[in-house]
């Protein structure tokens, strides 16, 4: 949830021209990593699997959108790098769970 705040109030700033671009994209796909992790967690194990690969696929979305609006010099060097540092954080933290859901079923 702070990333998500931390990605509105960074989009915030954009270009108006990016509202249903970049800005759009950005806030949909940090949105979709809590919206996902919530919805598998009332789940079986092997169907919160399912959700936390589709919120580690809007994580990498994260991660582009963010080097997009770098790059396009939307945001400085430091929020970048904060934002990577909170993308790593987030990553680990999936990959700790999914490691701990398969810990009886490797296969998933």
Same mark, same amino acid.
């Given at each position: ?15 108006? %021209?990016?509202?249903?671009?970049? /800005?759009?994209? #950005? &806030?949909?796909?940090?949105? *979709? ?27 990498? %979305?994260?991660?582009?959108?963010? /080097?997009?609006? #770098? &790059?396009?010099?939307?945001? *400085? ?32």
């Amino acid at each position: 949830m702070d990333f998500i705040d931390h990605v509105y109030k960074i989009t915030v700033q954009y270009p108006q %021209e990016e509202r249903y671009g970049l /800005t759009s994209q #950005f &806030r949909r796909a940090s949105t *979709s990593i809590a919206l996902n992790i919530a919805e598998g967690s009332g789940s079986t194990d092997k169907d919160f699997n399912k959700y936390l690969r589709t919120a580690y696929n809007s994580l990498k %979305e994260c991660v582009v959108c963010s /080097t997009v609006a #770098f &790059r396009q010099e939307f945001i *400085s060097k430091e929020v970048y790098e904060n934002l990577r540092k909170e993308l790593v954080e987030i990553s680990k933290m999936i990959a700790g769970l999914r490691k701990y859901l398969n810990r009886d079923n490797p296969e998933h």
